[in-house]
């Protein structure tokens, strides 16, 4: 997915404020060994491409009639206005294996969950290798076969040929656990027996 981007110069923070009220973001183009370059994106564009593939993904941009191979390098937002106020771009060389992130999505529901227990998902995002155009929108397990007291590792994963996952084999990814009351349900029935063994004194 393209990017359209515009070289920018320098500037102050009030610069900076008018650049964003005009709807861009103000970035920095780094790579290729070179210093770095000040541009800035269509936030609306910016936005639309995050929400569709996510920010792990390569975007080509588009700076002034040049394209890019890009990934995102760093987001500065704020989290009140839910603005995004600054981006990092690192330019990729498609024949070069990066490191990113993936997601992995639960499918199903446990075995486990219906006969009252509970999922823990610990491990939501792999640290993968692999060339840039091989990075999976996701990693998926179907959960349906978990019965209370199983647990998934790394190693229990299916990735795609050609990626590299940067965890060992058996960290958890996720575990069905019995259901344990809460402390708050605990403590109503202490002070409830409390109380009954008043009444009787």
Do not use: W
């Amino acid at each position: 997915m393209e990017l359209k981007a515009q070289k920018r110069k320098l500037g102050s923070h009030s610069i900076l404020t008018e650049l964003r009220g005009k709807g861009q973001i103000p970035a920095v183009l780094y790579g290729d060994g070179k210093e770095s370059e000040p541009i800035a994106v269509e936030e609306r564009e910016f936005i639309q491409i995050a929400n569709r593939q996510g920010l792990h993904h390569v975007i080509k941009l588009n700076v002034d009639g040049i394209s890019y191979n890009v990934m995102v390098k760093d987001v500065q937002s704020d989290p009140i206005k839910n603005k995004v106020l600054h981006l990092d771009f690192n330019k990729i060389n498609m024949n070069e294996k990066i490191d990113t992130t993936v997601v992995v999505v639960l499918e199903g529901e446990a075995e486990g969950v219906k006969n009252g227990g509970v999922l823990q998902h610990m491990l939501r995002e792999l640290t993968i290798s692999c060339l840039p155009s091989e990075i999976p929108d996701k990693i998926t397990f179907n959960v349906e076969h978990l019965q209370i007291g199983d647990s998934v590792t790394v190693s229990d994963l299916t990735v795609p040929d050609g990626i590299e996952v940067k965890h060992e084999g058996d960290e958890v990814v996720l575990s069905i656990v019995p259901s344990q009351a809460q402390p708050t349900d605990i403590a109503a029935e202490e002070a409830e027996a409390d109380a009954g063994a008043a009444d009787r004194g």
